[in-house]
């Protein structure tokens, strides 16, 4: 159910990586963080050792070299694909998920915490349109890191925005159904989405 996990599973399937996949719950046995230090999902185990954090292995695999590069080779391009990647994660995710208790789990909000939560927000999705280019993709004319981002993590965002606060993120975001859409057509997305279905 994990959107970072599914981050890094349609990055893996679109670069052709052969991975195999264990299923675990986030938690906080000292086996489990042995391996993923906050007892997070995702993390992935390479030749060398476990690595966590989804921007972190988005990196590595890039570095690993394997695959379609999905950041751009020029490195003042690359640091601004980070930059919305990271604006996307502190700035529209993090906030998002202190309602995924309501929306997920049932377990009702306050309403100070909603409040703060939309201002918040209402700044980060802000913050994110003025990077975002939609040429078509939303870095720009390349596919990145930032698109698989955006389709898991932006996206979920919304939905909780939408039940929890009644407020239409997507309104902040124009052609944002464009890149949705663009994205749900790749075979990755799609058996992404099939397998958590
Ligand atoms: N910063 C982490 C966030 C991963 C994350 O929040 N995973 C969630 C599932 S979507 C989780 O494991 N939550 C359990 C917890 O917070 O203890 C990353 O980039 O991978």
């Not at 476990?50 to 690993?64: D, G, M, Q, R």
């Not at 080779?73 to 919305?84: G, N």
């Not at 802000?126 to 698989?148: C, H, M, N």
């Not at 389709?151 to 052609?175: H, S």
Request: charged share 25%; glycine share 4%.
């Amino acid at each position: 159910m994990s959107n970072y996990y599914n981050m890094v599973k349609t990055v893996m399937l679109e670069k052709g990586i052969d991975f195999e996949e264990v299923l675990v719950n986030p938690n906080q046995e000292s086996d489990y963080l042995a391996k993923s230090p906050m007892g997070k999902v995702p993390c992935i185990e390479t030749e060398q050792g476990f690595l966590s954090e989804t921007i972190v292995i988005f990196n590595y695999l890039e570095a690993v070299g394997s695959g379609p590069n999905l950041y751009p080779s020029d490195a003042f391009q690359r640091a601004k694909v980070e930059e919305l990647i990271h604006h996307m994660e502190k700035d529209i995710e993090l906030p998002a998920r202190r309602l995924y208790g309501e929306v997920f789990f049932g377990r009702p909000a306050s309403d100070e915490l909603k409040a703060e939560v939309k201002a918040k927000l209402e700044q980060g999705f802000s913050a994110v349109s003025r990077l975002t280019k939609y040429e078509p993709y939303v870095a720009g004319s390349d596919i990145t890191y930032a698109d698989f981002f955006f389709r898991f993590a932006v996206n979920l965002a919304t939905i909780v925005a939408k039940k929890a606060l009644d407020w239409d993120a997507f309104n902040e975001l124009p052609n944002v159904r464009e890149l949705l859409d663009l994205m749900d057509e790749r075979a990755s997305v799609q058996r992404a989405l099939a397998d958590q279905a």
